[in-house]
């Protein structure tokens, strides 16, 4: 199991995953769910993967071992090569299909699931950032102002304090405080979801650096929030009178 979140606001672009993944109850390991697709000038794309861990790892070696396309050749579009970050969800969405024809198929033979979601976000030129999921069945669906997250994995601990932190109009540096939040609920209700944490934040502002962090298990920040959150939950909730009915 896993979790990941992606954030699209009027302030940029965030995209958080946890890398915990499980084989049974007793065999948990870490392996990178954030990938980078594309990172150079004028292209800074990202991919975040929950579900099947050969089926994302098989998807992603299509996007990213296929060959480039040849010089002078725009027919063949590949994630070095695709106009928009649309025609990379659609390259996204093409090669879990193809995969599903192939490791997909032979998993269900096996009676094992081949189920896999994705979240995509990023930037091509000067345009303003974007996020996509990926559905198993290689459909998709943009991250739009009036619903600024998306989830993947272990989502039903962390979307609570997602749905009341935060707005398109969230400051970028206060959604990365909410959304790690986010995932100390679900590594507190949930094994399958733990540090190492990997994340990105993309400004809207092009002339400003993307930064990308991995918040190791001894963080002194995530820590210290984690703490500060359980002291205040606590007090808050004693601040608020308990139910009269309860007295009678």
């Known amino acids: 199991m896993t979790y990941c979140v992606g954030l699209l606001l009027e302030a940029g672009l965030v995209m958080i995953a946890d890398t915990r993944t499980n084989a049974g109850v007793d065999n948990f390991s870490s392996y990178r769910k954030l990938h980078t697709l594309a990172d150079g000038p004028g292209r800074r794309i990202f991919l975040c993967t929950s579900g099947s861990l050969s089926m994302s790892q098989s998807?992603?070696?299509?996007?990213?071992?296929?060959?480039?396309?040849?010089?002078?050749?725009?027919?063949?579009?590949?994630?070095?090569?695709?106009?928009?970050?649309?025609?990379?969800?659609?390259?996204?969405?093409?090669?879990?299909?193809k995969v599903n024809r192939s490791v997909g198929s032979v998993l269900a033979e096996a009676n094992i699931s081949s189920s896999v979601s994705l979240l995509l976000g990023g930037r091509i030129g000067d345009g303003p950032p974007s996020l996509y999921l990926v559905y198993s069945a290689g459909n998709f669906i943009h991250c739009s102002p009036e619903s600024p997250f998306l989830q993947i994995g272990e989502t039903k601990y962390g979307k609570p304090i997602l749905d009341r932190g935060i707005r398109y109009?969230?400051?970028?540096?206060?959604?990365?405080?909410?959304?790690?939040?986010?995932?100390?609920?679900?590594?507190?209700?949930?094994?399958?979801?733990?540090?190492?944490?990997?994340?990105?934040?993309?400004?809207?502002?092009?002339?400003?650096?993307?930064?990308?962090?991995?918040?190791?298990?001894?963080?002194?920040?995530?820590?210290?929030?984690?703490?500060?959150?359980?002291?205040?939950?606590?007090?808050?909730?004693?601040?608020?009178?308990?139910?009269?009915?309860?007295?009678?």
């Open 59 to 97: 998807a992603i070696g299509q996007l990213t071992e296929a060959l480039p396309a040849p010089i002078g050749d725009e027919s063949v579009a590949t994630v070095a090569t695709a106009p928009s970050m649309f025609r990379v969800a659609e390259l996204v969405g093409e090669a879990v299909q």
């Open 169 to 248: 109009s969230t400051p970028l540096d206060e959604a990365v405080k909410v959304a790690l939040l986010s995932f100390d609920s679900a590594m507190r209700s949930n094994l399958g979801v733990a540090r190492p944490l990997d994340l990105v934040v993309m400004p809207a502002d092009p002339a400003r650096p993307v930064l990308t962090r991995r918040i190791e298990p001894d963080d002194p920040y995530f820590n210290d929030l984690s703490l500060r959150w359980a002291v205040l939950l606590h007090d808050a909730t004693a601040q608020i009178p308990n139910p009269p009915w309860m007295e009678e």
